[in-house]
């Protein structure tokens, strides 16, 4: 690789983003009729999407920058539609050269590469939307939430369901105590995939079937440069199990399989809506753990302590997870509806499902007459839109980094418990896991050299 990916230019950038200072607004010196100038790092699939959302919203004029992508066919397309944008396929290289002009950047690559795309922005003072989950692994996250609360910049997490009318409602509902004190919430997703047996993947629909690295090499296509893929992953050949993506998030190396993925949306609501932050235990449930694929079925239980949320003490709560095959007591028992996925608050005086789209009290009966509360969580455009809102404005965002760092340490912490084999006490303060110091081997990983 031309750079490396080493711990000490990793660390430095945390640390030279925890030595900037708050700035409210644009970053470059422009006022707040100019255009919002953008980076966008990642334009193809998920990255391309992005930049379209973030190119159409009418009431931030933005002006594209620059474009990157480790691959050479989808630069080729976005750069096409902006000929006046500086192209790279090395992110690197961006940050090396001139962002003076730059406002705020947008982060759409693989998992593995998140903190590392992130981190030079925050350093810079640059506004930062990255796509979920916000990084590989525990340390990662703490490492930009931190940087991110001492750039004092716009930041969004992308996770595009939390800007729903549908989520703020049942956050409107729990917080109001429509059900009363809620002390277990249970979050299940049908999708299985992972490491399971061929049939299993034709039948969950998974995208392809692997149970180990494989042993040949092949020739990435020649508008991929492999070597930048994988940035700070160690080196291994390329093989198409990995990619194109999300072939590569199964693979522990690049991603974190569904808990990190879906976990980042599904987990969102009960995170927002119980005001929580660190679990003080976990402990999970699956097939023996794989050295280098997360599996396609498994669980995790936190558990919460008690607290004080914005409307008082809110009680300890257990918190289940389950993804794929596995699926919460109550929905087993039948004692809720059989969505496919979904999350159930269980409160002192009902429940409340939800999933994307809809949500409903339970028992149905007993709230036929149930006046909700007014509003007070205010709907916003959209989520790119809100965080476009914030750097030229300086309002709030949802799903700022202060808030989407912890959640992603929670979800990662379930994948922790799950490749330790063990229940884990967690103390957040120091990051460490008081009862079983081996486990941290998979808060984080030492990068490339």
Not at 384 to 397: R, S, V
Request: proline share 8%; charged share 20%.
């Amino acid at each position: 690789m031309p750079q490396a990916f080493n711990r000490r230019s990793f660390l430095q950038s945390a640390a030279a983003g925890a030595a900037a200072l708050a700035v409210p607004k644009l970053v470059s010196g422009q006022n707040l009729n100019s255009k919002l100038n953008v980076a966008f790092i990642g334009v193809g699939g998920r990255g391309a999407s992005n930049l379209q959302s973030v190119v159409s919203f009418a009431d931030v004029p933005v002006n594209v920058v620059a474009l990157c992508d480790v691959n050479a066919r989808n630069l080729a397309q976005q750069a096409e539609r902006f000929p006046l944008a500086r192209t790279y396929q090395d992110f690197r290289k961006l940050y090396d050269d001139k962002t003076s002009d730059i406002d705020a950047v947008v982060v759409s690559t693989t998992e593995h590469t998140h903190a590392y795309a992130t981190l030079p922005a925050l350093r810079e003072k640059k506004h930062v939307y990255c796509e979920k989950p916000l990084t590989l692994n525990v340390k990662e996250a703490r490492l930009v939430t931190q940087a991110a609360a001492d750039a004092g910049v716009a930041t969004q997490m992308g996770t595009q369901i939390h800007a729903s009318s549908n989520y703020r409602r049942v956050v409107e509902l729990i917080q109001s105590g429509a059900i009363g004190p809620v002390r277990e919430a249970h979050v299940w997703v049908s999708r299985a995939w992972g490491l399971q047996s061929e049939a299993e993947a034709r039948a969950n629909g998974d995208i392809v079937s692997v149970s180990a690295r494989p042993t040949e090499s092949q020739t990435p296509p020649d508008y991929l440069d492999w070597d930048l893929w994988l940035g700070p992953a160690p080196a291994r050949p390329y093989h198409e199990v990995y990619f194109p993506g999300p072939k590569w998030y199964r693979w522990w190396d690049f991603g974190n399989g569904t808990m990190s993925d879906l976990g980042s949306h599904w987990n969102d609501l009960p995170f927002w809506a119980l005001e929580l932050d660190a679990p003080t235990t976990i402990e999970a449930f699956g097939p023996p753990p794989h050295p280098e694929i997360a599996p396609a079925s498994m669980s995790a239980i936190y558990q919460y302590d008690a607290r004080t949320g914005a409307r008082g003490p809110l009680p300890a709560v257990t918190l289940g997870w389950y993804q794929g095959t596995h699926k919460p007591k109550i929905w087993q028992d039948k004692g809720i509806p059989q969505w496919d996925s979904g999350v159930v608050f269980i409160g002192d005086k009902g429940m409340l499902l939800a999933d994307y789209g809809k949500h409903v009290l339970l028992p149905a009966d007993k709230f036929a007459d149930y006046q909700r509360p007014q509003p007070f969580i205010a709907d916003v455009p959209g989520h790119h839109e809100e965080w476009l809102l914030a750097c030229a404005n300086g309002t709030p965002t949802s799903s700022p980094f202060s808030y989407a760092g912890p959640l992603t340490e929670a979800n990662h912490l379930g994948n922790v418990a799950y490749r330790a084999g063990k229940k884990l006490e967690w103390n957040a303060a120091e990051m460490k896991i008081t009862n079983a110091p081996e486990a941290e081997q998979f808060l984080g990983r030492e990068p490339r050299a």
